[in-house]
């Protein structure tokens, strides 16, 4: 196998394995066995497992792309910056939810790793958003309010929600609801709550 495919392969095992065990309770062994390597193989194309953790989510940035358009941001196109936001979450987080729970994971653990995952990718999100909400207050579009407080309410809505869904099966509990709905009914309660009345 060369060497990019080996790699891509230990990836993809230790991204299944961490999410079912967690960090701590994943062993480069079993990850090595999982992948039909030794385990000195693994230490080859990571220097540690923390290493391996970083590439996994350097990986997933990579596939993802873009959660925010600039050309919306540009246009000072609200419904379009924030819905484009919420779809990607949405989206992204249905088609792939190993990685919120490879997340979620490390940080009940207290690892680094989930700050890794924030410090480096997270929070450049946040405050691309903070930097919109700023720019839309001073042009009077937005009320007088926090944008980092309004950037983190926006997020935490489609957080809580996608974490709902995703790892305690919300969904059962509650009518089916389209993603097109999910978002304009969460842009209506968002942007009705920052938006200048005057």
Same mark, same amino acid.
């Given at each position: =196998? $060369?060497?990019?495919?080996?790699?891509?392969?230990?990836?993809?095992? +230790? @991204?299944?394995?961490?999410?079912?065990?967690?960090?701590?309770?994943?062993?480069?062994?079993?990850?090595?066995?999982?992948?039909?390597?030794?385990?000195?193989?693994?230490?080859?194309?990571?220097?540690?497992? #923390?290493?391996?953790?970083?590439?996994?989510?350097?990986?997933?940035? %990579? #596939?993802? &792309?873009?959660?925010? +358009?600039?050309?919306?941001?540009?246009?000072?196109?609200?419904?379009?910056?924030? &819905?484009?936001?919420?779809?990607?979450? *949405? #989206? @992204?987080? +249905?088609?792939?939810?190993? =990685?919120?729970?490879?997340?979620?994971? +490390?940080?009940?653990?207290?690892?680094?790793?989930?700050?890794?995952?924030?410090?480096?990718?997270?929070? @450049?999100?946040? $405050?691309?958003?903070?930097?919109?909400? %700023?720019?839309?207050?001073?042009?009077?579009?937005?009320?007088? *309010?926090?944008?980092?407080?309004?950037?983190?309410?926006?997020? &935490? =809505?489609?957080?809580?929600?996608?974490?709902? #869904?995703?790892?305690?099966?919300?969904?059962?509990?509650?009518?089916?609801?389209?993603?097109?709905?999910?978002?304009?009914?969460?842009? @209506?309660?968002? *942007?009705?709550?920052?938006?200048?009345?005057?």
């Amino acid at each position: =196998m $060369m060497a990019a495919d080996r790699r891509a392969q230990i990836i993809n095992v +230790s @991204k299944r394995l961490f999410c079912q065990k967690g960090f701590n309770g994943t062993t480069t062994k079993e990850i090595a066995q999982a992948s039909g390597i030794s385990e000195a193989m693994i230490f080859r194309h990571f220097a540690s497992k #923390e290493d391996l953790y970083t590439a996994i989510i350097d990986h997933r940035i %990579q #596939e993802v &792309g873009d959660s925010l +358009s600039d050309e919306a941001m540009l246009a000072c196109d609200d419904e379009r910056v924030f &819905g484009d936001f919420a779809r990607f979450v *949405l #989206e @992204k987080t +249905s088609e792939n939810p190993t =990685m919120l729970r490879l997340l979620y994971f +490390s940080a009940l653990e207290g690892h680094r790793l989930s700050d890794i995952f924030y410090s480096n990718h997270e929070i @450049k999100k946040v $405050m691309k958003l903070v930097d919109y909400i %700023q720019l839309r207050i001073s042009q009077g579009a937005f009320g007088r *309010l926090n944008p980092i407080l309004v950037a983190r309410a926006f997020t &935490g =809505m489609l957080y809580t929600y996608v974490t709902a #869904e995703l790892l305690f099966d919300a969904g059962k509990y509650y009518p089916q609801v389209t993603q097109d709905e999910i978002v304009e009914n969460f842009l @209506k309660i968002f *942007l009705d709550g920052v938006r200048n009345d005057r």
